[in-house]
């Protein structure tokens, strides 16, 4: 069973940092592009960032470009999403999803969300 | 970028009603296109894929069509398991980006 569990949430400042892991199992987690998907509180789905099968490919909505940085660990199965300068429109669920990058650009799992709320 | 339009933005509906959703993409977007179901303090849950795919396990009674820049999901019977709230997403360039939403209510 595929299973994505996302962590590391929480109440930060504006201008502060926080770091989001999500942890894979049940398929390769190697084999597949990865993405981050957000939610406001009342919004709509906004895709952040996605990252290729080794990394070497990582691309970013234009509003957290330069702030928020993608990676992963394949030994590990971890996804995770550095989040720097924090805004509180920023605030939102975070989703880790599968796919969404070149040859499957859909999200087809995705975790239960942690929640980034930025205020002072 | 590909603006993704949604219409209507919410829906009342009653259980075995026939509810018809649709998306409108701001240029051709051939049939990379999916549709997702998102229920309260859910994740969403991907139904249809490249426009009229099925997702496995995802009932039959959910279909989609169209291709190019007009796109339809369909109910055919609506069950109560099916009020939520529905997103359309295009996948032909980047970025992916998802339409406002379709709440379907019960009427």
């Known amino acids: 069973e595929v299973q994505l569990v996302e962590s590391g949430g929480g109440l930060v400042q504006p201008g502060g940092s926080l770091r989001l892991s999500c942890a894979a199992s049940?398929?390769?987690?190697?084999?597949?592009?990865m993405s981050w998907v957000r939610q406001a509180p009342g919004k709509g789905l906004e895709w952040v960032a996605n990252?290729?099968?080794?990394?070497?490919?990582?691309y970013y909505v234009d509003s957290v470009k330069g702030r928020f940085t993608i990676s992963r660990d394949n030994a590990k199965n971890s996804l995770y999403l550095q989040m720097n300068s924090l805004r509180a429109e920023d605030t939102a669920v975070y989703y880790c999803?599968?796919?969404?990058?070149?040859?499957?650009?859909?999200?087809?799992?995705w975790g239960q969300g942690t929640l980034v709320t930025v205020s002072s | 970028d590909i603006q993704m339009t949604q219409s209507p933005s919410s829906v009342s509906a009653s259980v075995g009603d026939r509810v018809t959703i649709t998306c409108r993409a701001s240029q051709g977007i051939s049939s990379w296109l999916a549709w997702y179901q998102q229920k309260p303090g859910k994740a969403p849950k991907l139904l249809i894929y490249a426009a009229s795919s099925l997702q496995s396990g995802v009932p039959s009674r959910f279909s989609g069509s169209g291709s190019g820049t007009d796109f339809t999901l369909t109910i055919s019977s609506l069950q109560p398991e099916d009020f939520a709230t529905y997103y359309c997403q295009q996948a032909n360039s980047f970025p992916p980006l998802f339409g406002g939403g379709t709440k379907v209510e019960i009427k």
């Open positions: 999803a599968r796919g969404g990058g070149n040859g499957y650009p859909y999200f087809d799992y």
């Open positions: 990252i290729k099968q080794d990394g070497s490919e990582k």
């Open positions: 049940g398929f390769t987690f190697s084999s597949y592009w």
